[in-house]
């Protein structure tokens, strides 16, 4: 620990009372979280230049109870209709519910339910059962031009499902949550979308109890979100796990789904591989709601074997040696880590502060052989799989990571990783009880265009003074990778948006897709269009006329669809 004496902020709270603005973040209510440590606490007062004095003080905190009313603009008979689909009690119009699952958990759904802005609900939020009432709502809305939202998780960074026309939003997660079917002897599971990432992950590690079968297993899916996220989320934002780099994302683990559409069932077969036509499936998987609503989904599952992980981690002299070393073992057909997460410089300085490295001996031996601050990249990860292919594929990871001069730091700096890996966003709500930012961006990039990316993107964030921008390397592939960059700052809403709307300019100019795995949502929509192409761009605008000819499913900028595209700043 530090030995850094100042004053340290509350950032332990208790949750916030219920039906609260901030009891609707997911990330907002922890019981536990408080700063990692003293030297983070330090690292913020010295890049914005504050004191303890300021941080005596909260700012906005969102604690309000919802009390206002925001009119129903449904008809009375309209609404009746709904009563008799899902039944009187999975009806819901108060408007603390209906601001809930529009609400996600961008930084500007952050910064509105902080200062107590109510916008963009549904105007009824239902709470459907079974299947054949999300067909029978689909229609009925399709009959009557009522838009359509949902809500799985509802750990959505993009605006996913806000309602920006009202209508009906359906929250899965309350009743829509269960396992269908498992099949031992195919290794899949097919659940219905509104089943919560914690609870498929806890079934299927437990799947002798209960679903009586032999094995334990795994999904292999965990995004940071992974705490509040859900099924239905990760296959129709075609999102991925940090453990995709083994696992593969959601797209390589979607066996087949079904949809409710305006223009009926949607429904893929349970093969392994065909070769029939384009792929149905990839064609809805990250539709984002905007062709029609998932309601089952079956998955392929991997035996579940944590005894046999091998944590490491490594430290590179230079951000050029450890990308020619994640290149080298990414392209060694050797097999992957599952966890594989390279640090740049700025990211690996706080990294080591945060996992009580630096100090110690071991940061002693490091700059004692060489390896200088704000020059050297922390790599870390762990295997999983058979014991034989963790251990061969440790054994090739580190003659490369030896042969571009990284020294092994054993597995201590992972499983200090591991601590905070889903808790991570707690402390950016945490952060915002002082007015200060902290929000993520990532991109897709080849291994050719790594590096000016990361210059050209690092160039433009830290541009704005008092900028903390850490930036990682993760999902990565033979032909390139994952490129995820936070950024801390004080900033207001408007600049923010200005903010991250420059951000997606930057990947335009220098040819980054706008997006890995958090989806496109309402937030990323108009660039869209910029970023696949004007061509690939109609055929997403002809499927949504194909399957939703009024524009009642997700509207109102999901994907760009109806709105203007963005003029870009860069060329």
Known sequence: MSNYKGFMPEW?????????????????????????????????????????????????????????????????????????????????????????????????????????????????????????????????????????????????VTRGMEAMKGGVSLDLAVNFNKV?????????????????????????????????????????????????????GWVVTRGAGQNSSYYGKIED????????????????????????????????????????????VTLRVFKYMPENRIRFSYIFPSWENAQAAAREITQGEFGMPSVFRLSDPEETSLMLKLYNVEGTKLDSIMKRKGFKQMERCLFLGFTDG?????????KKLHKICKKYGAMYLTGYPTKQWEKGRFRDPYMRDALGDFGIVIDTMECSVTWDTMSEVHRGLR??????????????????????????FIFIARMEMDEYIEYQAGILDNYVKYGAAISHHHGIG???????????????????KTLKKHFDPDNIMNPGGTLGLDVERRKLKYK
């Open 386 to 394: 058979e014991i034989g292919f963790c251990k061969n594929m440790k």
């Open 522 to 540: 309402k937030s990323f929509g108009p660039w869209l269009e910029h970023s696949i192409g004007e061509n690939c761009y109609d055929i997403i």
């Open 459 to 484: 160039e433009y964030c830290k541009a704005r003074p008092e900028t903390i921008c850490l930036t990682h390397m993760s999902h990565v592939y033979p032909q390139g990778a994952n490129l995820y």
């Open 253 to 296: 683990i979607v066996i087949c789904q079904e949809y409710a559409t305006p223009v009926g069932i949607i429904k893929t077969e349970e093969y392994p591989a065909m070769a029939t036509g384009p792929s149905i499936d990839q064609i809805m998987i990250g539709s984002e709601g905007a062709f029609g609503l998932l309601t089952h």
């Open 180 to 232: 269908v079917s498992f099949n031992e002897k195919n290794q899949t599971i097919t659940v219905e979308s509104g089943m919560q990432g914690p609870e498929l992950e806890r079934v299927l590690n437990n799947a002798k109890d209960t679903l009586g079968v032999k094995g334990s297993y795994t999904c292999g899916h965990f995004p940071q979100s992974f705490e509040y996220s859900g099924v239905g």
């Open 12 to 156: 332990e709270h208790e949750a916030p009372p219920e039906r609260s603005f901030r009891s609707i973040l997911k990330w907002g209510n922890p019981t536990e979280y408080k700063c990692p440590n003293e030297r983070l606490y330090k690292v913020i007062k010295d890049t914005f230049g504050l004191d303890d004095e300021y941080f005596k003080t909260k700012q906005g905190e969102g604690l309000d109870k919802v009390d206002m009313e925001v009119p129903v603009n449904l008809s009375e008979e309209q609404i009746q209709k709904f009563r008799e689909i899902v039944g009187n009690d999975n009806v819901k119009l108060d408007t603390y519910t209906r601001l809930r699952v529009s609400y996600g958990n961008t930084m500007i759904d952050l910064m509105r339910l902080r200062n107590k802005i109510v916008e963009n609900l549904p105007d009824i939020v239902l709470y459907p059962s079974n299947k054949s009432q999300i067909e029978d709502i689909v229609s009925y809305c399709s009959s009557e031009k009522i838009p359509i939202y949902c809500k799985a998780g509802g750990s959505t």
